[in-house]
């Protein structure tokens, strides 16, 4: 079974701290995604990498950083925590692309609950 | 620009066959069709893709129109289990790079006895 595994289910945090999101996988994918959920906004798409030392930003890049050093795991990080930043946070990972246009299968850790107070 | 557009919930009874349908009026000629399911307090489940016609599996079926603008995500008799989020997704690639998976606000499936 594909497991991609986020280091801390929950996690309370400051205003102003580092934090530090870790997610690893073991199916050897190429690629890895990190999403934040909140109500009524669905899955946001932060920062994907599609390779070691690569990273492209999502559609809510802003006060986020990302670092994929070996290619099982992707970490987000948040270099100064905000109460906005308050959400679900969701790693997940895929093979590389079919075909344009032909997604492959991602499969999704389960979450992070990140609270900054 | 939305590249996918479904309703925001549904309600549905056991027993139901419920069909969920979502407009990609932008759709690539490449691009396929990708649903998504996700429970509540877990990650979204690769549910069924499909490009033309009509593809099923153990869990559901996917019929998309020959001008392929939309898609109708199918479960037939729904269990109170089925109550869940149910993402669309289209083809999203990074030429000569990974894809990028965007996904929705969904629809928001609730099953009822």
């Known amino acids: 079974d594909v497991k991609v595994t986020q280091s801390s289910r929950y996690l309370v945090k400051r205003t102003g701290e580092k934090v530090f999101l870790e997610c690893v996988q073991d199916m050897d994918h190429e690629n890895m995604f990190w999403y934040r959920q909140d109500p009524g906004l669905g899955l946001r798409l932060i920062y994907f990498s599609y390779d070691v030392k690569m990273k492209e930003k999502g559609d809510i890049p802003e006060g986020y950083s990302v670092s994929r050093e070996k290619k099982e795991r992707f970490s987000l990080i948040l270099e100064s925590a905000s109460t906005n930043q308050t959400s679900m946070y969701l790693c997940a990972s895929s093979s590389l692309l079919l075909k344009q246009g032909r997604n492959t299968e991602a499969f999704f850790g389960q979450g992070t609950r990140l609270t900054v107070v | 620009l939305a590249k996918t557009t479904q309703p925001i919930s549904m309600d549905s009874y056991e027993g139901q066959e419920v069909n969920i349908t979502c407009s990609h009026n932008?759709?690539?000629?490449?691009?396929?069709i990708t649903w998504y399911q996700q429970f509540p307090s877990q990650g979204p489940r690769f549910i069924i893709q499909g490009y033309k016609t009509k593809v099923t599996n153990e869990v559901a079926s996917l019929f998309i129109p020959a001008d392929r603008k939309s898609s109708t995500l199918s479960l037939p008799r729904v269990s109170l289990s089925d109550t869940a989020v149910y993402y669309c997704l289209v083809g999203d690639g990074v030429t000569g790079g990974g894809n990028k998976l965007t996904f929705g606000t969904g629809t928001q499936l609730k099953v009822e006895l």
């Open positions: 932008n759709i690539a000629t490449n691009d396929y």
